[in-house]
């Protein structure tokens, strides 16, 4: 539909709906998989050709303005119609298109006809701030994140159009032709490439020759650009990355190089000047140093570079060369023993003169260079003849002396990337006597960790042991890493073991980010910590103290650490996982634990860092003054995130990709992050396991935070005062073990809703998170979220139960779940909801231990649902519905739960840090669950990286490599229910996860305390235990109760 007008502007064309065709080949329509690159134009004589400016405004020249609905079409549709709109027009020069939030969202597209001024450019905007404020383009900008996310938040995407004034056929100037008797033809080898069919009745054979010249040169890696005519209706335009093969490293290096292509070419063309860029005799690192350098940095695939000038060939030319792998290296410089393994005389290729020689790719390899070689490396070679494996055996490590005088030995080292075949690698070494020159009758090979092979002759007065040892080849991993104003952190390396599979994993381990918060410093936000020199971070810390903990090794008040997990390998930034746990284990357990990071770190190459916090009363108790403020707990967080802001690069991690994580109700005060304003620029990305703003425990008010204070003063009597100076100075000298005792014993008796959290300050929680996010008070960030079966409130609270039957207090059982059943109430403890909620859940019971197990289930189902299931969809239901952010969610459901293990740490939360391949708890899983936690971890890592589960960058130039992984679809509302993904072996998604339950308790609840005002349910409380009321005939009593009970809702 077309209507006129929009903004004001009376003459706009405003369509509702847009939609463009593609036609393709094939005809099984079900296992057709098309991608369409955004903003494609053909670049053919017969059409106009446009030009992507950098100018974002134009001040006249709009002759006609069509909006667009952005929820009835694309940016990439209405592209193709402003282009296609501009080309049938004579009088268009170009267009402007722009996305933008206006009216519910809406792309414009304006024709332009002789624009006299453009404005704006994306460069001109003055960021020294010298210009004056009257600037179109702004003037004292600074780059500021937060502020230009903020500007951004209207206006989505803006670019300028204008038709080109080149001649298209001025792309062959780019290009030359390539003789097809220069190209070898491997048809056996798997080259990647891309194919596109040109129509013959559309372009002829000059316009398809020129529109794939074209394609190639806006394609980053494409090099060799082949046009073939092979069908009557279509020619195909093939691209292929650069493939040429140089000869072998053995022959002269003045050899032709030659692409390699699957087949013979028809009229193929390459990019000039992309392979062995010859340099100036004079070579400076100034210059063309840094270009040769350059080179490498954008190609993905490049390890390192080498400068070589061939003595033989025309010229003194210095040639750069781009080195995908370093092969096999030989006769290194700076090894003078007086013996050699391989053929060492001088090279007619001369490497040794600086700044010739190889240099290795910084991040590749801490070392910014390598050593200079005078063979050149080549790649693995097949061994020559069969390996006798009889003729050698295992040399046991205790058989071996170690003697640094020992001269007499060479050593070759081994690229990592062609030795990924240990057993390979080990048989080239051990056939090296029937290839390499000069090796002795007798030698021995090692493979050392630095895989490496050393070659030593049989010495006089040694028994002549052959053999290899069995050393895993890993580099050495750089354990210690410098942080500014303290000193220097000391780690260590381990080793992750996953299937066959091993990667070396960093840990640095109860690294200090604030002062111990003890003795005056208890209650208060966190300091910033002191220490200096070296600091020794092999060890765990003591998590923070919780109900039902007692103080050892394990838990302390001083427990402000956080731990790091760095993968090997590392090439350059990478994203970080920041994840807030507590480690929990039995009230009597002495032992401390860590939820490791190196499986998630190692298998999604990501930085892994776990914080504990204060807990409880210990974070969050408050007297609503200055004395007592509170929230000290999720002060704490926000140190921790600041804290990686400022330290993270030294790890290798990339300060903005920050996803922020959390668990159980941790997940609770972790999502206050989305509307605090204390933790903005902090993070870009959530992870929810088990919490949700939504929670009705995630705040209190000021008033139940000073109710809750006075009750632990009474408990550990302090002299009751109206002074919160007095109240806080008694709190801080209590023993800490008893303040946990006594919140221990508080909690034991009073259900959830009066358990310590955070308190509306004004400040870090500036009022009720359902409210800030009405108001769009919040930060916007890609969202996964999600819960479990085996998650509830009775399971959390399972220390609490056992602490006090530790203590003798056998009763407080019963109290809990007395006070549990009244939570179902709300804050009110609304009899009414509370009955309606028994009945619903089907709590009733008979005073048998079979009944009131059934009954224990039921108050954790209703309990899971109320505070922790419900939230979390309905969460999911507000981010998607009022952010442009992904929203992905997951359930664990009953049967995945089912688990024999007795698990402190939930088991979504092992499932996605692969604990079950630690060795601690190898043999609590089976194969299946082991291998669903490393899709799990995949998952995980994928989010973190792009914000999207299903692949780990945002825009991938390798199209579905993570097509092994089923796809987890996006969380979308639907008429039967929003999508999520069961995390169960299938990993299936499906649509209305608890719609029943959650529908009682956002609707049906709502209306019952709306019409009954507060007032008590008469009949719940004479029904005999056993019986389920009846419903056609809930009469209440005369006068008993005042108001009437509404329907009852269909039961669970």
Not at 581 to 598: E, F, K, Q, V
Not at 737 to 753: E, F, I, R, Y
Not at 876 to 882: K, L, R
Request: proline share 6%; aromatic share 8%; glycine share 6%.
């Amino acid at each position: 539909s077309q209507t006129k007008g929009f903004l004001g502007n009376a003459g706009a064309d405003m369509f509702q709906n847009l939609s463009c065709s593609l036609k393709v080949n094939g005809a099984d329509r079900q296992n057709v998989t098309v991608i369409r690159k955004k903003g494609h134009e053909f670049t053919t004589e017969a059409q106009k050709t446009f030009e992507r400016l950098s100018f974002l405004k134009a001040s006249s020249g709009v002759y006609r303005t069509m909006v667009f609905a952005a929820e009835g079409t694309t940016l990439t549709d209405v592209h193709r119609f402003c282009q296609d709109e501009c080309t049938q027009n004579t009088c268009c020069d170009g267009f402007i298109l722009n996305q933008n939030v206006l009216s519910g969202g809406t792309i414009m597209c304006g024709l332009l006809s002789y624009p006299d001024m453009l404005l704006c450019s994306e460069a001109d905007w003055d960021v020294s701030g010298l210009a004056k404020a009257n600037r179109i383009c702004g003037a004292g900008v600074t780059y500021n994140k937060l502020q230009k996310q903020s500007q951004n938040l209207n206006q989505l995407f803006v670019t300028l159009y204008l038709i080109l004034s080149r001649p298209v056929d001025a792309v062959k100037e780019t290009f030359v032709a390539l003789d097809s008797s220069a190209v070898v033809v491997d048809s056996e080898r798997d080259i990647p490439s891309l194919h596109y069919w040109i129509f013959k009745h559309q372009f002829s054979a000059q316009e398809a020759q020129l529109w794939c010249l074209k394609r190639c040169e806006e394609e980053e890696l494409c090099h060799l650009a082949d046009v073939r005519d092979e069908s009557s209706v279509y020619f195909t335009c093939a691209l292929y990355p650069d493939t040429q093969v140089c000869g072998a490293y053995d022959k002269p290096l003045r050899q032709a190089c030659s692409p390699v292509l699957p087949q013979q070419p028809h009229t193929a063309h390459t990019k000039k000047g992309e392979f062995l860029t010859p340099a100036t005799p004079h070579l400076t690192h100034q210059e063309e140093f840094r270009e040769c350098e350059r080179r490498c940095d954008e190609d993905p695939c490049c390890r390192g570079i080498g400068y070589v000038r061939d003595t033989q060939s025309p010229g003194s030319d210095v040639l750069c060369l781009t080195l995908n792998s370093f092969g096999i290296q030989t006769c290194g410089e700076g090894e003078r023993t007086t013996w050699r393994v391989q053929d060492c005389t001088p090279s007619k290729v001369e490497t040794g003169v600086y700044p010739l020689g190889w240099y290795e790719k910084p991040g590749v390899c801490k070392r910014p260079r390598i050593s200079r070689y005078r063979v050149t490396p080549k790649w693995h070679p097949i061994p020559y003849g069969l390996l006798v494996k009889s003729s050698w055996r295992l040399l046991d490590a205790s058989s071996t002396l170690v003697d640094p005088s020992v001269s007499t030995f060479d050593i070759i080292h081994i690229s990592k990337d062609i030795a990924e075949d240990l057993d390979r690698t080990r048989d080239w070494c051990l056939s090296g006597e029937k290839h390499l020159h000069r090796v002795p009758e007798s030698s021995l090979a090692v493979n050392l960790p630095q895989l490496r092979t050393t070659h030593v002759p049989w010495q006089e007065g040694f028994k002549p042991l052959l053999g290899l040892s069995c050393l895993c080849p890993s580099s050495a991993a750089l354990t210690s890493v410098f942080i500014p104003a303290h000193g220097t952190l000391q780690g260590s390396a381990v080793t992750t073991l996953l299937g066959s599979d091993r990667k070396t994993v960093r840990q640095f381990l109860g690294v200090p980010y604030a002062r111990p918060p003890i003795r005056a410093l208890r209650f208060v936000p966190p300091q910033p910590a002191e220490w200096s020199g070296t600091w020794i971070a092999t060890v765990t810390r003591p998590s923070c103290l919780q109900p039902g903990a007692v103080e050892s090794s394990a838990s302390s008040e001083d427990c402000l650490y956080l731990n790091i997990f760095v993968p090997s390998g590392i090439v350059r930034s990478t994203a970080v996982l920041v994840f807030f746990h507590n480690p929990s284990g039995a009230a009597s357990d002495d032992t401390a634990s860590l939820l490791d990071g190196s499986y998630l770190a190692a298998v999604g190459n990501i930085v892994v860092v776990t914080v504990n916090t204060r807990v409880a009363a210990f974070g969050f108790l408050s007297t609503g003054s200055t004395a007592l403020p509170g929230n000290a707990g999720f002060q704490d967080q926000v140190a921790a995130l600041k804290w990686v802001q400022e330290n993270i690069e030294a790890f290798g991690g990339d300060p903005r990709l920050v996803t922020v994580g959390a668990e159980r109700s941790g997940g609770d005060v972790a999502s206050l992050h989305l509307t605090s304003p204390s933790s903005r620029g902090l993070f870009d990305r959530m992870l929810l396991m088990g919490g949700s703003v939504f929670s009705p425990a995630s705040v209190l008010s000021v008033s139940k935070a000073q109710g809750q204070a006075e009750a632990l003063a009474r408990e550990l009597g302090c002299p009751p005062s109206s002074d919160p100076e007095q109240l806080g100075s008694c709190l801080r000298a209590a023993p800490a073990q008893d303040l946990n005792a006594a919140q221990t014993k508080l909690l034991s008796v009073s259900g959830p809703l009066q358990a310590w959290g955070p308190v509306v300050d004004g400040v870090s929680v500036q009022g009720k998170p359902s409210m800030a996010l009405m108001n769009a008070g919040f930060h916007r960030a890609d969202l996964l979220l999600g819960s479990s079966a085996e998650d509830g409130l009775i399971s959390r609270a399972k220390r609490i139960k056992n602490f006090e039957e530790l203590q003798g207090r056998a009763d407080s059982k019963t109290a809990f779940y007395e006070a549990l059943s009244n939570s179902l109430g709300g804050d009110e403890a609304n009899a009414f909801v509370k009955a309606a909620a028994t009945w619903f859940y089907s709590m009733q019971h008979s005073p048998s231990p079979a009944g009131y197990n059934l009954f224990s289930q039921a108050l954790n189902s209703a309990t899971r649902d109320l505070f922790i299931v419900c939230p979390t969809i309905k969460m999911a239901n507000f981010w998607a519905a009022n952010t442009r952010s992904n929203v992905f969610m997951y359930y664990l459901p009953e049967d995945t739960a089912q688990t024999s293990a007795d698990l402190s740490v939930p088991l979504d939360v092992h499932y996605a840090f692969g604990l079950p391949h630690s060795p601690l708890t190898y043999d609590l899983f089976t194969n299946t669950e082991r291998r669903l936690s490393l899709q799990m971890m995949t998952y995980m890592a994928n989010f973190i990286k792009s914000g999207n589960p299903n692949q780990a960058h945002r825009v991938s130039r390798v199209a579905f490599s993570e097509a092994a992984l089923p796809p987890w679809h996006a969380f979308q509302s639907h008429p039967e229910g929003d999508s999520y993904m069961e995390v169960e072996p299938g990993l299936s998604n499906h649509r209305g996860l608890r719609r029943p339950q959650c529908s009682f308790w956002a609707d049906y609840v709502p209306s019952l305390t709306a019409s009954t005002g507060g007032d008590a349910w008469c009949w719940h409380h004479n029904a005999e235990p056993g019986l389920e009321p009846d419903r056609t005939s809930m009469e209440r009593p005369e006068n008993s109760c005042a108001a009437t009970l509404p329907i009852q809702p269909a039961r669970a």
